[in-house]
């Protein structure tokens, strides 16, 4: 009820108490008073409590809110805590395998390091052994990790041949002492030819190189007892020069036998297979 009808009802009220001044009317008149600020008060105290029912359901609303909101990030919380796991255990992995790897390739190392100390020593060992021949004749040189003995074809065969002159006999006796000393040792026997025809005997370079390395191989074999299943022998013909065939100095260079030494590379070989 608003002020404006209390005051019309309060005027009128007064008016009657006017007209009628007993006692029993004004004490009717109190009470009619009272009455209306009863009622006007029970009026805004219900306004208040709707407005508080109102502000309470707001704020439930609001809590119910915040609640969905927490267990949403409980849940991107739950999921970043499985994903940093599965990731851990991931890079976990990662740094074993990468740990076994290095392992790996520190053994390769140490392995490749010992061949190449190995080939080394074989050089200096054949070049002393061999020091008594001149360079025109032979040389000795490391490459790739293998020992190369090149022996002209003046040392070891006269022209056309694969018969071993004596002094390629000699030669070939001081590079078995050196093998026989090192058993572990690869050796492969390679016959070359320079580009010109070969005219009798054989029925081409390929033929001659292939027995001129024969013949050495059966030499340090059978003579000087070098251990068969570690010799291999070849003949490249005139397909693989180390001189231009143009000239008879080239021609003369390219006429040659290369005893290729090797340290045993069964270890390394293992590696890489597992690789």
Same mark, same amino acid.
């Given at each position: ?39 006007? %008060?029970?009026?805004? &105290?219900?306004? #208040? @409590? +709707?407005? !508080?029912?109102?502000?309470?359901? $707001?704020?439930?609303? /609001? ?5 969905? %909101?927490?267990?949403? &990030?409980?849940? #991107? @919380? +739950?999921? !970043?805590?499985?994903?940093?796991? $599965?990731?851990?255990? /991931? ?16 053994? !390769? ?167």
């Amino acid at each position: 009820m608003s002020n404006r009808n209390i005051y019309f009802i309060l005027l009128g009220i007064g008016f009657l108490a006017t007209l009628n001044s007993c006692v029993p009317k004004r004490k009717l008149l109190a009470s009619q008073i009272y009455a209306v600020q009863l009622r006007t %008060d029970s009026t805004r &105290l219900a306004n #208040q @409590v +709707a407005d !508080l029912q109102g502000q309470v359901a $707001d704020l439930k609303n /609001q809590i119910n809110g915040y609640q969905n %909101d927490i267990a949403s &990030l409980n849940g #991107q @919380v +739950a999921n !970043l805590s499985y994903n940093n796991s $599965d990731k851990q255990s /991931q890079l976990d992995n990662n740094r074993k395998t990468l740990a076994q790897q290095q392992a790996r390739l520190q053994h !390769l190392q140490s392995l490749l390091n010992a061949q190449k100390k190995k080939s080394e020593e074989i050089r200096k060992k054949m070049a002393d052994a061999l020091s008594g021949f001149s360079s025109n004749e032979l040389t000795v040189s490391q490459k790739n990790g293998k020992v190369y003995v090149s022996m002209q074809e003046s040392l070891l065969f006269p022209s056309g041949s694969a018969t071993v002159s004596q002094k390629g006999v000699d030669a070939l006796s001081k590079l078995a002492s050196v093998l026989n000393a090192n058993p572990d040792i690869q050796i492969e026997v390679e016959g070359h030819t320079d580009s010109i025809p070969i005219k009798y005997k054989f029925q081409d370079n390929w033929e001659l190189s292939t027995a001129r390395a024969n013949s050495i191989v059966r030499i340090l074999v059978y003579q000087y007892n070098v251990n068969p299943q570690s010799v291999l022998a070849a003949g490249h013909s005139q397909y693989d020069p180390v001189a231009p065939n143009a000239t008879p100095e080239g021609r003369a260079q390219n006429r040659r036998t290369e005893i290729i030494l090797s340290p045993n590379l069964d270890e390394l070989y293992k590696i890489i297979n597992q690789e």
